[in-house]
């Protein structure tokens, strides 16, 4: 299989055996992420008939973020990432399969929906910052940018694909299934995992003792080309990227429909992912930081305007351009990050990263069930639009001539720096 790096720029990370190899399990094992996700929110309102408890399933499943990302980073650092990328999907396997089992021998409660969301969410949470990181070890600095794109393509086609597939299996047999399914999706990845050379990695020296998260936090501090993307996708992830809530919640209360079409509006928020996901690689010179506050800004408004859709038709048809809004400007946000930051670090940054992007929402998102119950899911869709825009306007006025990338980033410069001014 050959590839011309001119020929093929949007396409050059599958140079890269090892990137061959990887690419189609995650596919699939997104695909079976996505079927998951709209499975246990079913659940949670077939068990429930409650946006609040739909919330709070969410927030527990993101909770461990909190906890476990940053040493997930610092694991990144020291450790084998192939190997423990291997043990994270292990651990989600389980989890999907337990609760699978459960809700077909219809032993399932929603005690056990919180404990299991919690051990797929600690999965995950060490998983995301070793994965992030790991990317570089398979492409290699220069093809990382396109590595991302390509990435958070392959993310939104199993999310173009899983929720429909779940929906259409829910409304036929119940939301066993769809758990079974990602179970199995897991092992796809491992596999692959298993199946990569060594010996094509593009190492970096690790540190020889266990890395320091403070480290980490200093040197993100220290960088206003990152520490404002952190800013921003606080933020837009926290009040923005509730897809799930938003359209569950607008799906059953407000249209009245069922399952195939609560999948259904999945779907449609990744067909705008997708295209902005495969777009984005013809984006690269754009990605700065200055580009990702004004595209949060766009996105943003988007969501504000989506609360306003009459019926289930307009509400559908105007998903995509909400996902592709919202993939341009986290695309940006993650390729910034990554490609910016020192190799010794990135697994830290990456940790930071993550648990700002995925830490609000064990806050916002029992918020948002709350509050769709009190004034009801119209009026919380457009007070989170406005919220997200808001800070990005804060933002854009106070930071907006600060972003500039240092000339000299390398973690040595930084964390001397950041030792002088200290000492002074």
């Not at 690269?284 to 004004?294: A, D, H, N, P, S």
Request: charged share 15%.
């Amino acid at each position: 299989m050959g590839f011309n790096v001119k020929e093929d720029g949007n396409w050059r990370s599958f140079r890269h055996r090892n990137y061959r190899i990887l690419f189609p399990a995650n596919t699939i094992s997104n695909i079976g992420s996505w079927a998951q996700r709209v499975a246990q929110d079913w659940l949670v309102l077939e068990l429930t008939h409650s946006g609040t408890y739909l919330g709070i399933v969410t927030a527990i499943q993101f909770t461990p973020v909190l906890f476990f990302s940053l040493h997930g980073g610092a694991l990144a650092d020291r450790f084998d990432k192939r190997k423990l990328l291997i043990a994270t999907n292990a651990l989600g396997a389980f989890s999907a399969l337990a609760l699978g089992f459960l809700v077909i021998t219809e032993n399932i409660a929603l005690w056990q929906v919180f404990v299991l969301a919690a051990v797929l969410g600690i999965s995950s949470a060490v998983d995301a910052p070793v994965r992030q990181a790991f990317a570089a070890e398979i492409v290699g600095h220069d093809d990382l940018p396109n590595a991302v794109s390509l990435n958070s393509a392959n993310f939104n086609a199993g999310r173009l694909i899983g929720p429909a597939i779940s929906g259409l299996l829910i409304a036929a047999f119940g939301t066993g299934p769809s758990f079974i399914v990602n179970g199995i999706s897991y092992l796809f990845a491992i596999g692959a995992l298993m199946l990569m050379n060594e010996k094509e990695f593009f190492h970096h020296d690790r540190p020889k003792s266990m890395t320091n998260v403070q480290e980490g936090l200093r040197y993100a501090l220290a960088r206003p080309d990152i520490y404002v993307v952190m800013l921003m996708v606080f933020f837009l992830g926290t009040f923005g990227l509730n897809f799930q809530i938003f359209n569950a919640l607008m799906a059953t209360k407000e249209f009245g429909k069922g399952p195939a079409s609560y999948g259904l509006l999945g779907t449609f928020v990744a067909i705008g992912s997708f295209s902005g996901a495969i777009a984005s690689a013809r984006l690269e010179r754009f990605r700065k930081t200055r580009f990702m506050i004004l595209a949060g800004g766009v996105f943003a408004s988007a969501v504000m305007i989506l609360s306003l859709m009459p019926n289930y038709t307009a509400y559908a048809f105007f998903l995509p351009i909400c996902g592709v809004t919202a993939l341009t400007t986290m695309i940006t946000a993650n390729s910034i990050v990554q490609v910016n930051s020192d190799p010794a670090i990135r697994g830290r940054v990456m940790g930071i990263y993550l648990l700002i992007f995925m830490g609000g929402t064990p806050v916002g998102s029992p918020l948002i069930g709350v509050m769709a119950e009190l004034v009801g899911i119209r009026l919380t869709i457009a007070g989170c639009g406005a919220i997200a825009l808001l800070a990005t306007i804060v933002i854009w006025i106070i930071y907006k001539d600060r972003v500039d990338v240092p000339d000299d980033i390398s973690i040595a410069a930084v964390l001397k720096s950041v030792n002088r001014d200290k000492n002074n």
